[in-house]
């Protein structure tokens, strides 16, 4: 399945421990978030903006907005100096409306990441977009988010790999995969008398990582292949997880089985306006393609064809500040707790296996919290790319903060000015046969 799909490892504050990660009532405190003891000391709350920024902000350029009616310290009455702290109050909060980044201007969080546009209209699928939109329309078309969804039968990969058998040493069922023209892919297994058998009819993941198959028993009943395809075997081994379910049935040993609301998860993140009242997705919503990210398009295409005004009928990812778009890539690539959240805050940073969730990672990293939401996942990325095509723009978004010229502030790293995400976002093996990026950005010291 995809690199970050709950299916493979759920994220470590899913669920009942994203409960645990709420604030114990009477955390929150006038003029800001009061934070326990413990609070690891990076996470500051990115609504409050310190004089410290400000005084950074003017030294950018970025005018701040004149006092009137200040009053000398000397001789002042209590009148006085009550109605000078409430013009420094006031001032304060004008300066804020003017320094802020423009990415800033967006809410603190998204309150629906999974639906953040605003305008309304229907799909109208991604070739809608190519004629107005050739370059960009053809590199995503070709990427991992576009393929990250397909019928089995129609993965390379996974077909020449075919047939795959092996023997479960979990349950003693002998298992084999297969693929005929007639039948599809199909995963049968086999001990004794007793015997299972699934068409695996949809397979999750570009290949980047891997890829897994799912099939119906029945037509409620979904379970998830025993056996996935790996990228770095370039070949078949068991999926991740798949130990820590002990098959008792012959059904069982071809793999976890999955309720309607997972296999509803699944589609949702690899698909493109998925409707989860539907049984299956269609074959124009498969993968992650342009109206996944920038919300339906029709009205915003028939405008463009008719000549008329465009402004309003589609969004754009860009406009967002860093954490409403962490939480708009989190929906699927793991979603990033609030600066209120600090058990799963302090989760996120003692777990290992949270590697595999650069969305959540990322909001433990100094430049992601010292930016004050300058920092965004289109900084870095491009989506319509894939991250291994992306090549030498990381270091170009880490010098423009870190590099000789930089704004004053941020560190210059004395070791190398190149290949910089190699020590500061290192790869770690947290999954079987996979490799993941480290987006907590820091200086990581051997232990």
């Known amino acids: 399945m995809g690199s970050t799909c709950p299916g493979w490892q759920r994220s470590p504050f899913d669920g009942a421990a994203r409960e645990a990660g709420s604030p114990p009532a009477g955390q929150f405190v006038a003029g800001g978030i009061a934070a326990p003891a413990n609070r690891p000391r990076r996470f500051i709350d990115r609504r409050v903006r310190s004089a410290d920024w400000l005084a950074r902000s003017n030294r950018r350029g970025i005018p701040a907005p004149r006092c009137p009616g200040a009053v000398p310290a000397a001789g002042q009455t209590a009148a006085n100096r009550l109605g000078r702290a409430l013009r420094q109050v006031a001032c304060v909060v004008a300066t804020l409306a003017i320094c802020l980044p423009s990415g800033l201007a967006q809410p603190a969080f998204l309150a629906d990441p999974a639906r953040f546009w605003q305008h309304e209209s229907d799909y109208s699928g991604a070739e809608a977009c190519e004629p107005c939109h050739p370059r960009i329309s053809a590199r995503q078309r070709n990427s991992n988010h576009a393929r990250s969804l397909r019928a089995p039968d129609h993965v390379p990969e996974l077909v020449f790999s075919l047939p795959f058998s092996v023997r479960d040493r979990v349950s003693g069922f002998a298992l084999e995969m297969s693929s005929d023209p007639a039948r599809g892919v199909r995963l049968r297994s086999e001990k004794g008398n007793a015997s299972g058998e699934v068409s695996l009819e949809w397979a999750f993941g570009s290949g980047a990582k891997g890829i897994t198959a799912i099939g119906r028993i029945t037509a409620e009943s979904w379970v998830e292949s025993r056996l996935t395809w790996y990228e770095s075997l370039g070949g078949i081994d068991f999926t991740t997880g ?55 398009g029709k009205a915003h295409a028939e405008a463009a064809i008719a000549g008329r005004p465009t402004r309003g009928t589609i969004f754009n990812p860009v406009t967002l500040g860093g954490f409403p778009q962490a939480q708009m890539c989190g929906a699927c690539h793991g979603r990033p707790p609030q600066d209120n959240e600090f058990d799963a805050l302090a989760l996120l940073e003692q777990t290992p296996n949270s590697v595999r969730f650069p969305s959540q990672r990322i909001i433990l990293s100094r430049c992601f919290n010292e930016t004050f939401g300058e920092l965004a996942c289109t900084d870095c990325h491009d989506p319509h790319l894939d991250a291994a095509d992306e090549g030498d723009s990381f270091d170009a978004a880490c010098l423009s903060c870190h590099g000789q010229d930089s704004r004053e502030l941020a560190t210059v790293c004395p070791v190398a000015s190149e290949n910089c995400s190699s020590c500061h976002m290192p790869q770690e093996r947290v999954m079987r046969h996979s490799m993941f990026s480290d987006h907590w950005i820091r200086v990581v010291r051997a232990e």
Do not use: K, M, W
Not at 248 to 259: F, H, K, Y
Not at 271 to 284: I, K, L
């Open 242 to 296: 798949a130990s820590q379910y002990d098959p008792e049935n012959a059904v069982e040993s071809l793999g976890r089985g999955l309720t309607q609301q997972e296999v509803a998860e699944c589609f949702g993140c690899h698909t493109t306006g998925f409707d989860a009242r539907s049984s299956v997705p269609q074959g124009d919503e498969l993968g992650i393609r342009c109206e996944r990210c920038h919300g339906p």
